[in-house]
Nanobody, 129 residues
Framework: QVQLVESGGGSVQAGGSLRLSCVPS????????MGWFRQAPGKEREYIAA????????YIRDSVKGRFSISHDNAKNTVYLQMNSLKPEDTAMYYC??????????????????????WGQGTQVTVSS
């Protein structure tokens, strides 16, 4: 059974940084498209970033580009979301998701929730001003 575990969330002042981690387990696929999403109270869940762990494409939402970055550590089998210069509007529950069927992340689908097969439980990020 595939499980995704997020960690690294917390409370931070505006301008601070956090690094979120997503560790998958229980899957035998050599690679996957791994996505990060977030959802603030009263708002729809929105896409943030994606990376293909087999060495393919990466994507970052325009609204966070330059502040956020996504990376993958092959040795640790961990996907990271580095968040710098955090703003109060970044406050949300952040979710990691995995598309284990994809052979890459694609511009047409990396942002589509239904493309992902598995989701983590979420980790809360709170940014105060």
């Amino acid at each position: 059974q595939v499980q995704l575990v997020e960690s690294g969330g917390g409370s931070v002042q505006a301008g601070g940084s956090l690094r979120l981690s997503c560790v998958p387990s229980g899957y035998t696929y050599s690679s996957a498209c791994m996505g990060w999403f977030r959802q603030a109270p009263g708002k729809e869940r929105e896409y943030i970033a994606a990376i293909y762990t087999g060495g393919g494409r990466t994507y970052i939402r325009d609204s966070v580009k330059g502040r956020f970055s996504i990376s993958h550590d092959n040795a640790k089998n961990t996907v990271y979301l580095q968040m710098n210069s955090l703003k109060p509007e970044d406050t949300a529950m952040y979710y990691c998701a995995a598309d284990v069927v994809a052979d890459d992340c694609y511009s047409s689908s990396w942002w589509v929730e239904d493309e992902y097969n598995f989701w983590g439980q979420g980790t809360q990020v709170t940014v105060s001003s």
